[in-house]
């Protein structure tokens, strides 16, 4: 029986193609899973944080901090080729070797700063490996989930996500707190044991199981056709990347950066009340991630246009001149974009078969992340040649063509074996 086969027939009830699990925190496995990667993600995003404002200390040069920021995306790159190996040879070499490369990668930059200046591509190359020991990480950590947790897959995959944005909240707050007292490579060295914080997790038995490699010895050059199949046959996966590649192209880099720059300029606020508001949105998504991961039930048919609606919305009401609608506006888009996203993950491990997960997460990692890459590239131009009220409505007329999509696969959710349905 498959993953939602079992949701379906011992773990609640359903109607449609609803999702009704119990919650993952009454499980303890879970809370210590969890425990290690929240401690490891906290890490990340203290890193995130504080080693661009090192180089730019060092150097000066914003060419340095964009090269910098620009190893996660590329590291993203490796995301399918971390999934072939998860499906293929399992998913414990992924997690070890690849936080045993942070840590060694984040070890040797702090030895490099700790003697001196060191010169700007031994910072890079540093960056670049513990970028890639993390990808590596989080798809073997996360691919097995559903095996892990099989009561609430669904459920546990998106309060994980909420985890991780909860995490981006803490990383800064952490800097600001620790800077003063520690300095940058004070706080580089706190944030190395964070990356065996898995490992611990690991050590006390709370581990995918193990299981055989399946065709380890074998390349198929269909393989990755079939993973491409496997994530597409299905409409619902199909229609959930199509969400959230126009989501990342949309809401990215390019969308934060014309927004700050709007506090600033266009509103006159301060950096420090610029950094409140920016405060205030990443709360805001938080919160609309949670109201999705933590409930019982999810529904799909719902929940995706509205919060696609609400979003859309949000992003014309930003070519508002009206103080309080254009706050509005930013904190009802965070809110509708956290419950997309959780919606995304959640549905995905529903629907995609366990055992091309790692591939397929991979495959679509690298389309989401090539997606995010269009923000900073057109949103820039585009603010430039029609500027920023005019911009924003163009962002909420592409959001909502996105409705046309959902529209046209709204019977993907309605129930495609009515044996395996109870009423609600």
Known sequence: MTTAGRVRAGHGTARGDEVVEPSPFTERPFLVFAAGNAVNNVGEALYATALPLL???????LTVMAWLAATVPMSMLLAPWFGSV???RGTSGLVLYGLLAQASAALAMNLLLWKGHPPTWTLFVCALVVAAGGVAYRTGWMTDVPVMFPRCPARARGTLNSLFLATTLAGPVLVAATLPWLGYLGVLW???????????????????????????GRRDPARLYKVWHDVTADQRIAVTLVLQMVLEA?????????????LRHSWRLSGQQAGWVVAAVNLSLLT????????????????LPVAL???????????????????????????????????????????????????????????????????PVVIPPLDHVAGPHATFLALGAVSSVVMVHLYRARTAWTPTNPATTEPA
């Open 309 to 375: 609606a609400a979003r859309a919305v949000s992003l014309a009401l930003l070519a508002s001149p009206v103080w309080p609608l254009f706050l509005t506006a930013l904190v009802l888009g965070a809110v509708a974009q956290g419950a997309l996203l959780a919606a995304v993950v959640m549905l995905r491990v529903r629907y995609l078969p366990q055992a091309v997960m790692g591939r397929a997460s991979g495959l679509m990692w690298l389309l989401t992340g090539s997606a995010a890459l269009l923000s």
């Open 86 to 88: 998860a499906d293929r």
């Open 55 to 61: 180089a730019y200390r060092l150097t000066g040069a």
């Open 250 to 262: 949309v809401c990215g880099t390019g969308l934060t950066s014309l927004v700050l720059f709007e």
């Open 190 to 216: 706190l944030n190395l044991p964070t990356f065996f914080a898995p490992l611990a997790v690991w050590a006390v038995g709370v581990r995918p199981p193990r299981r055989a490699a399946a065709g380890a």
């Open 288 to 303: 609309g991630n949670l109201l999705v991961s933590q409930r019982r039930r999810l529904r799909p048919s719902t929940l």
